[in-house]
């Protein structure tokens, strides 16, 4: 019987991740089916049971449930409790299982596609909501010189970075999260700070409002990563005007759908041909 997989989101129809999927499904001869199901603002938990009692393997899960995927989960992988978030369920005979896999889509995508290491690296994370949350572990991971997060409210992105420093002693030693390495501040607090890797994990882009960013923060041959993805940004554009290399959000997207797809079935796609395809179309 062919195995069933969903996106649940709200709204859904723009989602990528169907099509996606179904060319990781065709390119590994796996036989799978994935859909986009709009669940309601009040009925996630409800949508996701009825899913499961139809036969469904596992999902993903994007805005604006991830945060209640995570409470629905009766397992959580590290990322996911370390974000409060989940962008992927497993459904097995041992309940429900949540991951993240935002982080290491990022992180892969960064250093595999865009071939940028991260270790040893001065990074800056704008950004404090669900997708930050999501990132820091991972990049913590990779042992950057210093990762400093800052948000239009300061207060989010200090929370954030005690949150993880406080969390450490879960990290391996080699990853000594530490104050001046890890640290939280507001966007107006960066002036006289250069960094290597500036990653917008803000959705200003969305509504292409500028960042309140000096482009002194793009260091020379610095990698500037937008998250958001099928648009130029007000931050890709100050980005490349500051001689940045600039990057869009769409190989961590397949990224991410990559780790999801290996978590249930076990398989590693190959990423380039459908990012290829995704970025043709
Ligand atoms: P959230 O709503 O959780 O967080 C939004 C963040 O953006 C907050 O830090 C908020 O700051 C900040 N922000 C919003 N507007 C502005 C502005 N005008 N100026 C400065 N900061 C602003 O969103 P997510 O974290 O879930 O998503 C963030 C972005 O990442 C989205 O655009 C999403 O599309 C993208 N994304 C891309 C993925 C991919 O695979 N490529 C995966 C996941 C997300 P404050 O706290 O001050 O409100």
Not at 192 to 212: E, H, K, M, Q, Y
Request: aromatic residues 6%; neutral net charge.
């Amino acid at each position: 019987m062919t195995d069933r997989y969903a996106v649940f989101g709200h709204p859904i129809a723009h989602s990528q991740s169907p099509r996606i999927h179904t060319l990781f499904a065709e390119q590994t001869g796996q036989d799978m089916r994935y859909q986009a199901i709009l669940a309601p603002l009040d009925g996630f938990g409800a949508s996701v049971q009825a899913f499961i009692a139809a036969g469904g393997r596992g999902a993903n899960v994007t805005v604006p449930f991830k945060e209640e995927a995570c409470r629905l989960a009766a397992r959580l992988s590290e990322p996911a409790r370390a974000a409060g978030a989940v962008n992927t369920l497993v459904f097995d005979e041992n309940g429900i299982f949540g991951d993240n896999t935002d982080g290491a889509g990022i992180v892969r995508d960064i250093r595999h596609n865009l071939r940028h290491e991260i270790a040893g690296k001065n990074v800056l994370l704008l950004g404090a909501g669900g997708a930050a949350r999501g990132t820091v572990l991972p990049l913590l991971r990779e042992n950057p010189a210093q990762l400093i997060i800052a948000n239009r409210t300061a207060q989010k992105a200090r929370l954030l970075a005690d949150r993880f420093a406080s969390a450490s002693a879960s990290l391996p030693a080699a990853i000594a999260v530490d104050p001046p390495r890890l640290r939280g501040c507001g966007l107006t607090d960066l002036a006289g700070r250069r960094f290597d890797i500036v990653i917008n994990a803000t959705s200003a882009g969305l509504s292409d409002t500028p960042l309140d960013i000096s482009d002194d923060v793009f260091a020379p041959n610095c990698l500037a990563y937008e998250m958001v993805y099928g648009r130029q940004t007000s931050f890709m554009a100050q980005a490349r005007k500051a001689n940045a290399q600039v990057s869009d959000g769409l190989g961590m997207l397949v990224e991410q759908a990559a780790a999801a797809f290996y978590l249930w079935r076990g398989v590693q796609p190959d990423t380039a041909p459908v990012l290829k395809a995704l970025r043709g179309a």
